[in-house]
């Protein structure tokens, strides 16, 4: 069964309706990539598929094996103030909270599970650090490494490299395409950067006036993926 | 001076004043941190000056024990607040300084129109800017502030971690299934628990300095969170303490003392800040 199904799904807020009719099945072990210009809907569809927004119409239908709870999270610019004050620890330990509040604190083997994704995102000498000093690319670990204590199976990554320079940006894609498939977590990612979508995806969804789904492959052939790929390389 | 100490610590009423102290400025820096991480203060001053209408009710009506009306009414106002804030955040804004000023006017019109007090402006002045003495806490005070201080402290450790998370990123924890608006009410209901508790000590108008200047104290010279609200609470309490002990040795109105010492903290460790981060 797929580890994610999304039917006849439109989003928006309130009434308005910003993206339409959309069917797309996620299978374990994609790396889906969801292209389309500013305001085209892409952070609310995957607010809806987080819940944060309620769909339209139509329904998100998550796999047998996939729990509400068990999805990683990385959000489009957190919009977290210059100086709030948290290590890197704390705030990757913050991926291993649990819904229920009959579990204020977390055990040790959740500051286990912490510590290791510090490692596979190479930050673990950063532990102690003040978030607020740290680079953009840095951050970015950070927030990944705590999306990645929440989940084994699903990371939904909202422009995981907006901001970065080339190199980090690279370093980070190389990262994402690892937990892709080595650790076979399955990835959502929002992005601008059509090239790394071909490159490194399996899967395009593209939203906007014409809608596409499917292979990349597919989509290196359509008339959308076309039209888009010659607009961004001029 | 020791001496003088010794004779004033004999007294029940000034045990009382301190235990209270303690407690209060403890509890209103703990929350303090994530109100003001949060944006959350402008909350803790609009309900500092619904508690001041509340209590002005409760004095033209002379009630006995002031709590029962002043508690829920803060509360109530707590939730409300919490609730126009989220929904449309300028409005929400506005939406305060409507019933701020709106309280404590009707408030200070009652007190006006219906007191029966010899001693009106003093009435009030003490409910602006806490007792001139700390003469006044019966025990029934004390009690009812160590029940409900111990309950701040005990949730505050309950929830620590839930705090930082939907403090740090409210977004995330509501992704991963986390009811971010009970937390949010809950925290709003504790604010509205500490305020109500300290306009004994510091009076309304002072409530605020409570809660933000421990927390920005420590923001100044800590990185952490935990490291931040550890540093907050022993702040609060040692300013708490000192200024106890000058207002009785020297006769200063309590409030006003508590908050100059935290206007002092707050100087240091901004100094502090300054030249370590020149080092
Ligand atoms: N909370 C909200 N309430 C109402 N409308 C919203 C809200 N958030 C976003 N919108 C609108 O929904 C539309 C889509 O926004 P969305 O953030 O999903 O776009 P996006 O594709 O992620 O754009 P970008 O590439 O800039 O991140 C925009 O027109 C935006 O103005
Ligand atoms: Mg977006």
Known sequence: MALLTLRN???????DIIVQNLNVTV?????????????????????????LTPPIVGEVILGEDLLRNEIGYLPQQTLVQKDFPASVFEIVLSGCQKASAFQPFYSNADKETARRNMERMQIADLASHAYKNLSGGQQQRVLLARALCATKKLLLLDEPVAGLDPKVTNELYDLIQRLNK????????????????????????????????????????????KLFMTRDAT | MIETLQVYFQYPFVRYAFI?????????????????????SFIGDGLSHVAF?????????????????VLPLTIVSAVLLLRTGQNTKIKGDAAIAMISVATMAFGYLIMNVFSTSSNLSGDVCTTLFGSTSILTLTRNDVFLCVVLSVAVVALFILFYNKLFAITFDETFSKAIGVNTDRYNLFIAIVIAVIIVLAMKLVGSLL????????????????????AVTLFAAAISVVCAIAGLLISILAGTPVGSTIVMMDVFAFSVCYVFDVIFSRL
């Open chain 1, 9 to 15: 799904l439109s989003v928006g807020y309130d009434k």
């Open chain 1, 27 to 51: 299978n374990a072990g994609d790396y889906l990539c969801i292209l389309g210009e500013n305001g085209s809907g892409k952070s609310t569809l995957m607010k809806t598929i987080l819940s």
């Open chain 1, 182 to 225: 080595e650790d076979n977590i399955t990835i959502i990612m929002i992005s601008h950067d059509i090239g790394a979508a071909v490159k490194y995806a399996t899967h395009i969804l593209h939203i906007g006036q014409h809608i596409f789904s499917g292979t990349k492959e597919a989509y290196v052939k359509s008339e959308t993926g």
């Open chain 2, 20 to 40: 209270v102290g303690i407690l209060i400025s403890l509890c209103s820096a703990l929350f303090g941190v994530t109100l003001v991480l949060k944006r959350f």
């Open chain 2, 53 to 69: 209408g509340a209590i002005a009710i409760a004095s033209v009506l002379n009630l006995t024990n002031q709590m029962l009306l």
């Open chain 2, 207 to 226: 409530i605020s300095a409570l809660v933000v200047f421990p927390a920005l104290c420590a923001m100044r010279l800590f990185k952490s969170f935990k």
